[in-house]
């Protein structure tokens, strides 16, 4: 096996678990783009149902996302996904076969049930070798991205052709796919490492709910889904007032999102290097603020649309890619899967209450009113990400150092801080694992090694 590259069962398991988790986000993404503008076929049709009905996973999604993760670690990762991919198939089904928009509703609460997020990482992890789970983690995050777009994309056009039950039917088929995939696609591993990095660990929940920098990082994911949920209730429609017919919506969102790739990318590389991700990431809440203005003050005039859709593309993208990598940076060793957990669970209740607030404020206020919300919200994050404090690049390591006490434990824990480029070291005794934080350029592997072939 090559130490610098995946080797056939990593790549075999990453290639499947995106596009395992890509088919069940293309399916709950495929409606928000149409939804506004076909449910009102339904006979109960009310904006502010409609936006219920944009957001409701999120809140099953919200609740049921950190319990799932550790179900996972209770009864395995393949009967969590399995049963997790039923679960939304069944929602699917419920959704494609309801008459009003109610029963669309409850379908959606049901997609959102099937939360496999963290069984789906933790199986990543366990299907790679230490080095190499970074590379299969990128994978799956450029599978979601992926179906985000394409669901963009497409959504307008098959919504025209087979409609809202249509659509329907079709998640629920792309979560049969999904079941099939890992069924026969899926490489069998018998590895199941410390979880700490992929899944919460109960009793760290309360103490991150109090850091101040992750929580600054949690309020932004909350606020920015919050914003994109609510911004899709009111956008379909704005975009047909305009002149644009609901089929047509895709040759607008092609060209935005891929301008928006061609700006951001660039825009990414030069802030990194320069060590200015701080100031990208207050950038980009700029551009959705003008954005978001842009389409305030331009609501009639479709040109005045596409470029507010392009610069909100340009903002979203480059923060949809840097948050989680900032939540890195700021989350203690050991307690990555902890933070990345809480942080998803804000992401999800910011969608379902966007879609909630979109919808009531579409149906009291207009419009004007759901973008007037989105920005106060947008500038409200713009002041808190104030205290967000610039980190040093750092990265996470893991081990494995079997037959520790805990008296042994703790003083590896010593000896490994103690090191150059070591920020902290977190040693379990009971999982016989050692996580560090350590600085990118500045740590010492072969001390580290040494260090932890002593205790052995």
Known sequence: MSATGLNRTEKRAAVTLASIFGLRMLGLFLIMPVLAIYGQSYPDYTPFLVGIAIGAYGLTQA????????????????????????????????????????????????QGAGAIAGAVLALAADSAREEQRPKVMAVIGMGIGLSFVLALIIAPVLGGVIGMSGLFWMTAALAVGGILLLWRGM??????????????????????????????LNFGVFVLHLVLTAWFVTLPL?????????????????????????????MMIILVRRKQQLLGMRLSMLMLIISLLAILVFADALLGLVLGVWIFFIGFNYL???????????????????????????????????????????????????????IALLVCWLLVSVGL????????????????????????????????????????????????????????????????????
């Open 187 to 216: 490489p069998v591993t018998h590895q199941q490492v410390p979880s700490r990095d992929v899944l919460p660990v109960p009793k760290e929940l309360k103490r991150l709910l109090k850091h101040g920098q992750l929580m600054r």
């Open 238 to 266: 704005q975009l047909v007032d305009a002149g644009l017919s609901a089929q047509n919506h895709s040759w607008l969102y092609l060209p935005t999102l891929l301008l928006s790739f061609a700006v951001m990318v660039p």
């Open 320 to 374: 949809e890619a840097s948050l989680p990598a900032m939540l890195t940076q700021h989350a203690p060793a050991g307690s990555k899967g902890s933070a990345s957990g809480i942080y998803t669970t804000w992401q999800f209740l910011g969608a379902f209450l966007g879609g909630v607030i979109g919808g009531y404020s579409l149906q009291k206020f207009g419009p004007s009113g759901v973008i007037i919300l989105c």
């Open 63 to 110: 609740m049921l996302q950190i319990p799932m993760g550790w179900l996972s670690d209770r009864i395995g990762r393949r009967p969590v996904i399995l049963g997790g991919l039923a679960i939304f198939a069944f929602g699917s089904v419920v959704a494609a076969l309801a008459d009003t928009m109610t029963g669309v509703i409850i379908g959606r609460v049901l």
């Open 389 to 456: 404090q610039q980190v040093l690049a750092t990265t996470r390591m893991t081990f494995q150092v079997d037959g520790l006490n805990e008296r042994q434990a703790a003083s590896l824990s010593s000896d490994l801080t103690a090191l150059s480029g070591i920020e902290e070291a977190i040693v379990i005794a009971d999982e016989g694992a050692v996580y560090l934080k350590v600085q990118r350029d500045q740590y010492d592997a072969q001390a580290i090694q040494g260090l932890l072939a002593r205790y052995s």
